[in-house]
């Protein structure tokens, strides 16, 4: 059974930090590529940042210098470092697992608020 859960959403203010995690269970071994969207009210779904199983990362303009993706292979799990938080980077974040034969799942998301 394959599952990608997210978790560490919450409210904070600018400037601030968070981070998320997102673990994937099932064939963990096969996972590819892992990533992080997210999407605002009103706007669609855009790539915040994403690794592959050999830990190259890229990532969206707005977030570089910010944000920093990792991944522990051994636990399907990836986490991503928000610092310097800003009231734009308020979405609903979602993580997705590319796993090799059998397609891209995601998980349910996770809100992250930032106030000014």
């Known amino acids: 059974q394959v599952q990608v859960v997210e978790s560490g959403g919450g409210l904070v203010q600018a400037g601030g930090s968070l981070r998320l995690s997102c673990a994937a269970s099932?064939?963990?071994?096969?996972?590819?590529?892992m990533g992080w969207y997210r999407q605002a009210p009103g706007k669609q779904r855009e790539l915040v940042a994403r690794i592959t199983h050999s830990g190259s990362t890229n990532y969206a303009d707005s977030v570089k210098g910010r944000f920093t993706l990792s991944r522990d292979n051994a636990k399907g799990t990836v986490y991503l470092q928000m610092n310097s938080l800003k009231p734009e980077d308020t979405a609903v974040y979602y993580c997705?697992?590319?796993?090799?034969?059998?397609?891209?799942?995601w998980g349910q998301g996770t809100q992250v608020t930032v106030s000014s």
């Open positions: 099932g064939s963990i071994s096969s996972i590819n590529v």
């Open positions: 997705n697992a590319d796993f090799i034969f059998r397609g891209t799942y």
